[in-house]
């Protein structure tokens, strides 16, 4: 697919059919994710892979409380179908301990020193190449949020080792039809360019 096309065409989906993903798309997805951009190349970013309907499973049982499973709502069905989930993780402590080696010469690993947190934005940025995949893919994908107080029991269920955050989720797999705009978008417009380019200045 044209490079164009798949920025334009990507959207978030979320509702799936139960088709099963093959897997060599989501090697080729996670395999484009470690060609994200990372300061200091520190590449401090973990991908927790989830494939099988068990592991799937337990990502859904430990993120969402027991009365929304038993019940689950239009949001919740049509994401529970994916076949695929990954999880992609930061780590604070790799961008310190990457940042005090002798090429970049942060001894101090003062957190004051980054304007931004690195790690996230970082893991971030390889989170949309997976997303890009699945578009070029003919396949559907979404982020979304981990609720905080879920994130012990994710880390607990999968054995996220304490210096990696998780900084959402990404459902991948078949798209039950071209659903349009939906969730925000189908409320709001796309901003335009003119309005969020500040060029030479920022004037208005
Ligand atoms: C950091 C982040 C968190 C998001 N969290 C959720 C979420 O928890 N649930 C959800 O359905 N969509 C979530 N989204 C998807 C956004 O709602 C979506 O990207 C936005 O409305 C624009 O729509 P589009 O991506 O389809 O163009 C999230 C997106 C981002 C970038």
């Given at each position: 697919?044209?490079?164009?096309?798949?920025?334009?065409?990507?959207?978030?989906?979320?509702?799936?059919?139960?088709?099963?993903?093959?897997?060599?798309?989501?090697?080729?997805?996670?395999?484009?994710?470690?060609?994200?951009?990372?300061?200091?190349?520190?590449?401090?970013?973990?991908?927790?892979?989830?494939?099988?309907?068990?592991?799937v499973g337990?990502?859904?049982?430990?993120?969402?409380?027991?009365?929304?499973?038993?019940?689950?709502?239009?949001?919740?069905r049509g994401?529970?179908?994916?076949?695929?989930?990954?999880?992609?993780?930061?780590?604070?402590?790799?961008?310190?301990?990457?940042?005090?080696?002798?090429?970049?010469?942060?001894?101090?690993?003062?957190?004051?020193?980054?304007?931004?947190?690195?790690w996230h934005?970082?893991?971030?940025?390889?989170?949309?190449?997976?997303?890009?995949?699945?578009?070029?893919?003919?396949?559907?994908?979404?982020?979304?949020?981990?609720?905080?107080?879920?994130?012990?029991?994710?880390?607990?269920?999968?054995?996220?080792?304490?210096?990696?955050?998780?900084?959402?989720?990404?459902?991948?797999?078949?798209?039950?039809?071209?659903?349009?705009?939906?969730?925000?978008?189908?409320?709001?417009?796309?901003?335009?360019?003119?309005?969020?380019?500040?060029?030479?200045?920022?004037?208005?």
């Amino acid at each position: 697919m044209e490079f164009q096309d798949v920025v334009r065409r990507r959207r978030m989906i979320r509702s799936y059919d139960d088709r099963p993903v093959d897997r060599a798309i989501v090697d080729r997805a996670l395999a484009n994710a470690t060609h994200a951009p990372s300061a200091g190349f520190s590449q401090g970013w973990g991908f927790l892979a989830l494939d099988t309907k068990d592991d799937v499973g337990r990502f859904w049982a430990a993120t969402t409380a027991a009365a929304s499973l038993a019940a689950p709502d239009s949001w919740l069905r049509g994401m529970m179908r994916a076949p695929v989930v990954v999880v992609p993780c930061s780590s604070k402590a790799a961008y310190l301990a990457r940042y005090a080696e002798d090429d970049k010469g942060w001894t101090g690993r003062d957190e004051d020193r980054w304007p931004v947190p690195y790690w996230h934005l970082d893991a971030a940025m390889a989170s949309l190449l997976i997303l890009q995949t699945a578009v070029d893919e003919g396949l559907g994908a979404c982020f979304f949020g981990i609720p905080p107080e879920r994130l012990a029991p994710v880390r607990e269920v999968f054995g996220i080792p304490d210096e990696f955050d998780p900084i959402g989720a990404i459902t991948l797999g078949h798209r039950v039809a071209d659903p349009g705009a939906a969730g925000s978008p189908a409320r709001r417009e796309r901003k335009d360019p003119d309005e969020v380019v500040h060029r030479g200045r920022w004037l208005h």
